[in-house]
């Protein structure tokens, strides 16, 4: 399935599902295998899937260093990658945020290094400077510009304002927010301003950190970095689960997986041109390249999503169980 989208005015034509590479980053996941995740990436690639996301944050560096494997034994011309620059990163470790020119021009020829490319087709600015003049952030992106080594650029984690300020000293075309079905706060003002603007837009954890995939029951326990999360913890991950299991019978009338209807349901928001799906083996690759060009009814779309609300699972706690 080779569906392209043309990503807000970056020109780009991309996948809709792009291929995530937090998961190579293990202080967050544990260790995970390179050759299952290269294994996979070839299979998105066979499969269809342009889009390849990453950053130097990830694992410090190391999932640029696969995505570059993956890269050597491929025409470059085509894949479309996206990587994000923000951390100065110390010896011992420890980073602290940095989007000064100097060092954007020094971090974005280490990152094509390590992927062995020549461009990066979307550089994005991980996070928000605050220290950093919004005119040197800007000249030094247009310089990586006019030099030929990024095509586009734009932000990740950036506010609404944030972005809207960016965008008086240089052409951010593209944002890359968090949203999932549990956590839609960016429709209040980000989404849709990037829809009025045209500026593409790529959500991250659109499968709330595996929490929608389906294949939880609510008694699991996690060894990474969800074990310090709320909504991964005794009664409210229950709740959650519960409430995500509920739609199966859903699913089903779509002959969709739980983990297809969810994609499937984000994709339609039309603010949203693309979901990142972090996949760590062949096998997620193939069910969530599934939900590409699938829909539901509008009826069953606000069903989904009365299912997943906050409030909603809250009320299936304070009942304790009984949906309401």
């Given at each position: ?32 295998s ?12 066979d ?5 390849f ?15 570059g494997?993956f ?19 110390n010896?011992d ?9 100097e060092?954007?021009?020094?971090r ?8 062995g ?5 979307l ?17 030094a992106?247009d310089?990586?510009k006019?030099?030929g ?15 809207r300020?960016?965008?008086?000293f240089?052409n ?17 003002d ?8 045209n500026?593409?837009v790529?959500?991250y ?5 595996g929490l ?11 060894t ?22 509920s ?11 739980t ?9 339609m ?27 539901i ?8 999503r ?11 706690q ?5 949906r309401?």
């Amino acid at each position: 399935m080779n569906e392209r989208i043309v990503f807000g005015n970056t020109g780009l034509e991309v996948s809709p599902i792009c291929f995530g590479t937090w998961q190579l980053s293990p202080r967050f996941w544990g260790e995970q295998s390179k050759t299952d995740i290269l294994d996979a990436m070839n299979a998105a690639f066979d499969a269809g899937i342009n889009f390849f996301d990453t950053a130097d944050a990830y694992g410090d560096g190391y999932a640029e260093t696969v995505l570059g494997e993956f890269l050597a034994e491929k025409s470059r011309e085509t894949i479309v990658i996206c990587t994000k620059v923000f951390n100065h990163f110390n010896p011992d470790a420890s980073r602290y945020p940095d989007l000064s020119p100097e060092h954007i021009l020094q971090r974005c020829d280490l990152q094509l290094q390590r992927m062995g490319i020549e461009t990066i087709d979307l550089y994005l600015l991980h996070m928000f400077d605050p220290l950093t003049p919004l005119a040197d952030m800007a000249g030094a992106l247009d310089s990586l510009k006019k030099q030929g080594k990024i095509r586009s650029y734009g932000v990740s984690n950036h506010t609404v304002e944030q972005l809207r300020a960016h965008r008086y000293f240089g052409n951010y075309d593209a944002a890359q927010p968090l949203y999932s079905l549990i956590d839609t706060e960016t429709e209040s003002d980000l989404l849709p301003y990037c829809e009025a603007e045209n500026i593409g837009v790529m959500v991250y954890s659109p499968m709330h950190k595996g929490l929608l995939t389906g294949k939880y029951s609510g008694s699991e326990t996690f060894t990474d970095f969800r074990k310090h999360l709320g909504e991964f913890q005794s009664e409210r991950f229950q709740a959650i689960a519960a409430a995500v299991q509920s739609l199966v019978p859903l699913a089903e009338k779509y002959h969709l997986s739980t983990y297809q209807l969810v994609l499937a349901a984000t994709l339609m928001h039309p603010g949203i041109d693309v979901a990142i799906v972090g996949i760590k083996n062949p096998s997620q690759i193939t069910e969530a390249i599934g939900a590409i060009g699938k829909t539901i009814s509008r009826e069953d779309y606000f069903a989904v999503r009365k299912t997943l609300a906050i409030d909603s699972i809250s009320k299936i706690q304070d009942t304790g169980g009984e949906r309401k």
